[in-house]
C-alpha cells in the first residue's frame, strides 16, 4: 500500500475513484488525529450474498418473552414438538371476571433497591402502601416507551419511578426480564420429560419495528444483565419485530381462526342492510377470544394455512401491530410454495398505541380536578377517587358520578378519548397504501391488544374497507407472542427485509478540484484528499436478503497498534454525501481487537516481520438482512478471528 494515511477515527482512506458528486455545507469541522487510526483496502459497493453454512444447535426449547408497554408475557414450543406452542400459565390476582393470559408490565422495587413484585402483585403491593411509606418505593409503569423516546439512550439511562426516584434503565428491564426468565424455565422444567442445560433453551425477545439498534441493543445487554444467556453466547438470544413476529403467525392461520370484518360492509357503524350492529362480528371474536385464554397449549399446523391460498404470486398484505405504547406496520410478501416472507417497505409506525387513551383520560380528569391536584393526587393517593364535588362544579355532563363510586361516560365522551389516537392509526395506515411498493395490498390484518377495541375496528373498516380485507385473528393480543414463538424455532422464516436507515462510515477520497468543497480539502505528504464523504454500506429501505453481507478490510496505521475504531453513521435519507451533511449522525462503532504484534511476527516469521504488517489486512463482514446488525472480522496474516463488536450504546 503507498497511499498509508494515520488518520483519525472518522475518516478512512479508500484509494481509487470518488463516487461522491455533490457539495456539502461550509464549516464542518476539520478531521483530528488520534491512535485508532486505519487504511482500507478493499471497499465492496454493495452487499452480496454469501451462502454460510448455519451452525446447528442443540435447542431443545424455545422460549419467547412479549414485552410489552401496557402487558406482557412469554409462551415456549419443544423443538421435537413444534406445532404445539405452550401459554405461560395464568396469572394470580388481576381484576375479577377477566381472564388474564399476560401480566401488566409494572416493577416494584424495595426503598432498598431490591426487587419486590412485577405483574399484578406490584401492582396491588403498591397501591396497597401507605401514601408516606410510598414515596420511598420505586414503582414503575409502562416504562417500555422511555426507552423510544430517549434520543441518546446509553447504559446509564435512568428512569423515573412514580415516587420520583431514579434508577438505572438498564436494571429495571434486566428485573423483568429476570422474573420472567425465572417463571419461564420452572414452567418448561415441570413440562420436559429431562433434564435441561441453559445452553439448551433459545430465547426470544420481542421489540417494536420501529425501534432503532441502541433500542435493540439495549434489550440485549439487559438480557444479559438478567442471566437469559451470556455474551459469549450470543446466538441463544433472538431479538424479534412485533409486527414481523405477527406476520409469521398470520400465515399460519385458517379461515376458521380469523374474523373477516371485509365480509360484513358497514355504514355508520350498521350493517348495509341496517340490520344488525357492527359489534356483532367483534363480539364473536371477543367470544373466540375468551375461550382461547382458558386454554394454555395451541396447535400450529406445518406449512401455510388455508387462508393464502386465495394469495396469488405477488400478493401483498399490510400486518398492523396496534399495542399499548407503539403501532408497527410491515408489509410483507408470502413467497410460495416455501412459505418464507419478503419484506416490501421499511418498517414504519409511531407512538399511537392504547396508552394515547390513557393520556387522554388523563387530560380530561385535569380539566375537570386542575393538573395540580392531579399530579398530587397519582404521588399520594396512588389507589384511590375523590370526585364527585369536583365533578359537579367541571359542567362536563358528559360524565356522570355513579352511587357504586364510579365515573359514567356517555358514548360520546369515551368516543373523544378514542378519536385522536384511533386517527393517527388510521392515517398512518393511509399514508403508507399510497408508496408505490405497498398498493394494490389484498389484505390488512390487525393484531396487538389495541386491535381488540371495537372502535379501532369500525374505524378501519370504514376507511380502509373499500381497499383490501381487514382480518382479525382470534387470539388477536397473543399473535406476537405465538409468532415470535415459531421465528425462534426458525430465524430464517423472514428471507428479505428493508433498511431502516442508510449505514456508513467517513473515508478519504482524492480531492477533485470543482468537485468537492475547499473546506473539506486535507493535504498530507503533498497529496490532495477530500474529508468526510460517507462510504455506504446499505441504503435507507434497500433490500438486504437473509445471509448478504458488506465486506470491508482495514489494515492498521502502524506497527504494534491493538485497536481499531470504525465510527458508524447513519440517515434517514439516502440523499447524502458527507457525514457532515444535515440528518446524518454518528450512530456507533465498530471495534476491532487485533493480535499483538508479537504473536503476528511469531506466526509471520521473525525476518518477515515488516513485511507482515505491510500486508497486513483485517476482513470485516457487515450482516444487515437480520433484526439486528451484526459484524465478525478475521486477520487474514493468521486466519485467526478477530474480537470485533458493534456498539451502538456508547455515544
Known amino acids: 500500500m503507498a497511499d498509508v494515511l494515520q488518520l483519525s477515527t472518522n475518516s478512512l482512506q479508500v484509494p481509487g475513484e470518488d463516487r461522491s458528486a455533490s457539495t456539502s455545507p461550509s464549516g464542518s469541522p476539520s478531521p483530528s488525529r488520534n491512535e485508532c487510526s486505519i487504511t482500507p483496502l478493499t471497499p465492496s459497493p454493495s452487499p452480496r ?40 400459565r395464568r396469572w394470580e390476582g388481576g381484576d ?14 424495595t426503598p432498598e433497591l431490591r426487587f419486590h413484585s412485577f405483574g399484578f402483585a406490584a401492582r396491588d403491593s403498591y397501591h396497597d402502601l401507605d401514601p408516606e411509606e410510598a414515596r420511598h418505593w420505586l414503582y414503575f409503569d409502562k416504562f417500555k416507551m422511555k426507552i423510544h423516546s430517549t434520543s441518546d ?9 412514580v415516587s420520583g426516584r431514579r434508577f438505572r434503565a438498564i436494571e429495571v428491564f434486566a428485573h423483568a426480564l429476570r422474573f420472567f426468565r425465572e417463571h419461564a424455565l420452572k414452567e418448561v422444567k415441570d413440562q420436559s420429560s429431562s433434564v435441561l442445560e441453559s445452553n439448551e433453551v433459545r430465547w426470544v425477545i420481542t421489540v417494536p419495528a420501529v425501534w432503532r439498534q441502541p433500542a435493540k441493543q439495549f434489550m440485549r445487554e439487559a438480557a444479559y444483565l438478567a442471566g437469559l444467556v451470556t455474551p459469549d453466547s450470543p446466538e441463544q438470544l433472538l431479538i424479534a419485530l412485533e409486527p414481523e413476529a405477527a406476520s409469521i403467525y398470520c400465515r399460519k392461520l385458517h379461515l376458521h381462526q380469523v374474523i373477516d370484518l371485509s365480509q360484513r360492509p358497514v355504514n355508520n357503524g350498521l350493517d348495509v342492510d341496517g340490520s344488525r350492529p357492527f359489534d356483532s362480528s367483534f363480539r ?21 394455512g388455508e387462508l393464502w391460498s386465495e394469495m396469488q404470486t405477488g400478493d401483498r398484505y399490510i400486518v398492523a401491530d396496534c399495542g399499548g405504547g407503539t403501532v408497527d406496520l410491515t408489509v410483507h410478501q408470502i413467497e410460495q410454495p416455501q412459505g418464507t416472507l419478503k419484506e416490501l417497505y421499511k418498517a414504519s409506525g409511531g407512538p399511537y398505541g392504547a396508552v394515547g387513551v390513557d393520556l387522554a383520560f388523563e387530560a380530561m380528569l385535569c380539566q375537570i380536578f386542575g393538573a395540580d391536584f392531579i399530579d398530587s393526587f397519582k404521588a399520594k393517593r396512588p389507589a384511590a377517587w375523590s370526585v364527585e364535588t369536583a365533578l359537579r362544579k367541571s359542567n362536563m355532563n358528559c360524565i356522570k358520578w355513579s352511587s357504586q363510586g364510579m365515573l359514567r361516560f356517555s358514548a360520546e365522551a369515551m368516543n373523544e378519548l378514542f378519536q385522536p389516537t384511533i386517527n393517527n392509526i388510521i392515517k398512518h395506515i393511509e399514508n403508507l397504501m399510497q408508496k408505490e411498493e405497498v398498493k394494490g395490498v389484498r389484505f390488512l390484518f390487525l393484531v396487538g391488544g389495541f386491535a381488540e377495541s371495537p372502535m379501532l375496528q369500525r374505524a378501519a373498516q370504514n376507511a380502509l374497507g373499500r381497499n383490501c380485507r381487514i382480518i382479525i385473528p382470534h387470539d388477536v393480543g397473543l399473535t406476537i407472542l405465538k409468532g415470535a414463538v ?16 442508510t449505514y456508513g462510515v467517513g473515508v478519504l477520497n482524492r480531492f477533485v478540484q470543482g468537485r468537492h468543497p475547499r473546506d473539506k480539502l486535507l493535504i498530507k505528504d503533498g497529496r490532495e484528499w477530500c474529508t468526510d464523504i460517507l462510504d455506504r454500506f446499505v441504503s435507507v429501505d434497500q433490500s438486504v436478503a437473509l445471509g448478504e453481507v458488506v465486506r470491508r478490510s482495514y489494515t492498521p496505521a502502524r ?13 434517514d435519507t439516502d440523499d447524502i454525501t458527507y457525514i457532515t451533511d444535515p440528518g446524518v449522525r454518528k450512530c456507533g462503532a465498530i471495534t476491532l481487537d487485533l493480535l499483538e504484534s508479537g504473536a503476528v511476527a511469531a506466526i509471520a516469521g521473525e ?35 478477530v474480537r470485533a463488536s458493534i456498539d451502538f450504546l456508547s455515544n
Do not use: W
Open 49 to 88: 450474498t454469501e451462502v454460510r453454512p448455519r451452525v446447528a444447535r442443540p435447542f431443545s426449547v424455545v422460549v419467547a418473552i412479549d414485552f410489552g408497554t401496557t402487558s406482557s408475557g412469554y409462551a415456549f414450543s419443544f423443538t421435537e414438538d413444534p406445532e404445539t406452542i405452550h401459554m405461560m
Open 96 to 109: 375479577p371476571g377477566v381472564a388474564n393470559q399476560k401480566s401488566p408490565t409494572c416493577l416494584l422495587l
Open 153 to 161: 439512550l446509553t447504559m446509564e439511562t435512568e428512569l423515573e419511578s
Open 284 to 304: 364473536q371474536a371477543r367470544e373466540q377470544l375468551r375461550r382461547a385464554r382458558h386454554s394454555r397449549t395451541f396447535l400450529v399446523e406445518s406449512g401455510t
Open 486 to 501: 415459531l421465528f425462534g424455532l426458525d430465524p430464517t422464516v423472514v428471507r428479505v427485509r428493508r433498511c431502516p436507515l
Open 559 to 571: 506497527i504494534g497498534q491493538r485497536k481499531i475504531i470504525i465510527n458508524i453513521y447513519c440517515s
Open 607 to 641: 525476518n518477515d516481520k515488516e513485511s507482515a504488517f505491510e500486508r497486513r489486512e483485517i476482513r470485516t463482514t457487515m450482516q444487515f438482512g437480520d433484526t439486528e446488525i451484526k459484524v465478525t472480522a478475521v486477520d487474514v496474516a493468521t486466519g485467526r478471528l
